[in-house]
């Protein structure tokens, strides 16, 4: 059964640092990793997907790289700003199924403090 | 503008009282779904269909129903609500299923509340 796990579960860093969020997933078949953002209250906007055949995805200040056979992909966020406090999701779709269901970590919350 | 939509966004109902959130898109995507999202469980899916008429459960599917008779709509329908089903839920839709192209969209949300 696939898992996924996110580390850490909470970040705060200040203004303009550079930063790292890391996601986890123990089964290495997946068609593609898809990395969202979440603010309080609100609905999932997705940031970048990877697909299996893919080693990284940019996008402006984001980064995301994935390295399947370890069940592993990281998040980078260049230059963090205020606006970028929110809860970062990851979610892998598992190849062989038909149901593109997301697995879903649980999520880090991070803080940037101006 | 390429969305997902869902309405209502917040609801507060009773126990038993039917009721059905809407989910549209207007990317003729073939594949939508829902998720709940509840604190410490995350996101779980509970209906997905693949196409007009094709629906199937998810993970966590009990006293839910759906339909989808239009490629656009995908309604998550409660017939009797029951407090363990106050949650936050999430419409999803993709182009179509088993690829690894298919970015998934999300709606806002519908905050449930079953008193």
């Known amino acids: 059964k696939q898992e996924v796990t996110q580390i850490p579960a909470a970040l705060s860093v200040p203004e303009g640092e550079n930063l790292v969020l890391n996601c986890s997933f123990t089964?290495?078949?997946?068609?593609?990793l898809q990395w969202f953002r979440q603010d309080p209250g609100k609905g999932l906007t997705s940031l970048l997907l990877?697909?299996?055949?893919?080693r990284e995805q940019t996008s402006g200040r984001l980064n995301a790289s994935l390295d399947k056979s370890s069940g592993r992909s990281t998040l980078y966020i260049a230059a963090s700003q205020p606006g970028d406090s929110a809860t970062y999701l990851c979610a892998v779709t598992n190849y062989g199924g038909a149901t593109n269901k997301l697995i879903f970590g649980t999520g880090t919350l991070l803080a940037v403090q101006p | 503008e390429a969305q997902v939509t869902q309405n209502p966004r917040y609801l507060i109902t009773v126990t038993g009282k039917k009721l059905t959130v809407t989910c549209s898109q207007n990317m003729n995507h073939e594949y939508m779904s829902w998720y709940r999202q509840d604190p410490g469980l995350g996101l779980r899916q509970i209906y997905y269909?693949?196409?007009?008429?094709?629906?199937d459960k998810g993970d966590v599917p009990e006293g839910y129903k759906v339909s989808r008779k239009e490629k656009r709509n995908f309604p998550l329908i409660l017939e009797s609500p029951s407090p363990n089903q106050t949650s936050l839920y999430f419409c999803?839709?993709?182009?179509?299923?088993?690829?690894?192209?298919?970015?998934?969209?999300f709606g806002p949300g519908t905050r449930l509340t079953v008193l």
């Open positions: 089964d290495s078949a997946i068609y593609n």
């Open positions: 999803a839709s993709t182009l179509t299923s088993g690829s690894s192209y298919n970015e998934q969209f």
């Open positions: 269909s693949m196409n007009v008429e094709v629906t």
């Open positions: 990877i697909q299996s055949s893919q």
